[in-house]
């Protein structure tokens, strides 16, 4: 008797856990709107019907397209750099020529002597406004596209090489004040790719050993000696002009929470692709669910 007991009350343990395990239906799951054009600055009310454990809103605005939601490359946005230099002390006029900005494609990403050298480097200087003896002299922005177009990580790099030795005077010393590296997409939006902080230099000395370029976070200083050819370089760590962070989307509602509304308000006029991805989970497995629908929003 005792061990018919025992084995009722296993089955009904097991039963208990399945149904404790069992995966919720989430068919039911909908999303209303009273209607499909809205203005600038109006709250925009979707109510729900079912009881999903998650769900996660995309706006579809920018970083929030839920089409994005696996996008890691982008092509055809803009690569413009942007830097501020200064020709410090030294002769005047500057000898501009002593200072030159490169860019390789097929730099192989060991930070070396031997595979800096190795790599190819384009001189694009001529794209760039140098400083004169003025401080803070901006370089422009200066289109990479031309290299962004082949889809290959780039590395840029400051180069400082003296062609003769001048014990009478000191070269010009050349100060990076700033340097900044963005992509634009086709909407002008703006997206940091490196900042001076941020872009990972690396100095190497290819003559003249008591100099280098002196590195800190909110500039670059190239080091001079009267007495000797200097042949400086610092390099940026590689960018893949075309990489682009997936879209998020936003999470309105766990399992812990209950959720029968949502208001929205948008603030620039556009045609949105709005969607709701429902997801019920348990220990074993998942089921999503998603719902999709476009907003118009005028000005």
Known sequence: MKKIIAVIILLAALTSCAKRYELGSIDDFSVALEKSTYKVGEPI???????????????GEPGRKYEF???TVVQGNSILLNFKSYA???PSPVDQSTL??????????KYDSANVLAATWEDITSKAILSSGQDQTSSGNID?????ARNKNMALAFRYKTAVVKPESAQNRWVIRSFDLKSVNEQKEETVLASMATAGWSSFNFSGPTTKWSVTSVQLLSVTNPLALDDDWVVTKQFNPNKTNPDKG???KNISQNLYEYRRVY????????AFV?????????????KEMEITVTQ
């Open 250 to 252: 936003e999470t309105i």
């Open 100 to 109: 030159k900005l490169l860019v390789s494609t097929d730099f192989n990403g």
């Open 278 to 290: 429902a997801t019920n989970v348990n220990v074993e497995e998942s089921a999503s669910l998603v």
């Open 45 to 59: 009310l979707f109510t729900f019907n079912g009881k999903p454990d998650n769900v996660v809103f995309w706006s």
């Open 144 to 148: 990479l596209n031309e290299f962004a």
């Open 69 to 71: 939601r696996e996008r």
């Open 88 to 90: 410090q002390y030294g």
């Open 267 to 274: 603030t620039k006029p556009g045609v949105y692709k709005v």
